[in-house]
């Protein structure tokens, strides 16, 4: 269990932060842009909010996934300890059966 925290603490720590990092654009954007909806109509300008608006998104999903995926890496590691830890405490009880006095 030590094992896994330190392989995946430091990662899974770097991939919440990047994620929280990039969502705070596609809120500003989209608040900027709506707020903006006359100014932008007038001077066509939707392009440009529409570009950056995908480019935050790019971003956004990427350090999404990559959480995502650390946090299914630690999740697997964990459920692999819990069936091992399961398995062998069955295997003990079923072979130490008669050794044990009631």
């Known amino acids: ?16 932060k990047l994620d929280f990092m990039f969502t705070a654009p596609i809120n500003t954007t989209l608040t900027m842009s709506v707020n903006g909806m006359v100014t932008l109509r007038g001077y066509r300008k939707f392009h440009h909010f529409r570009e950056s608006f995908m480019e935050a998104i790019e ?19 964990l459920d692999f300890l819990c069936v091992a830890f399961g ?16």
């Open 59 to 77: 971003k956004s999903a990427n350090s999404t996934f990559c959480y995502n995926a650390l946090n299914r890496f630690i999740g697997i590691r």
């Open 1 to 16: 269990m030590v094992y896994v925290y330190r392989t995946a603490a430091q990662p899974m720590l770097g991939a919440q």
């Open 87 to 102: 398995t062998a405490t069955a295997a003990l009880s079923i072979f130490l059966k008669n050794s044990v006095d009631p």
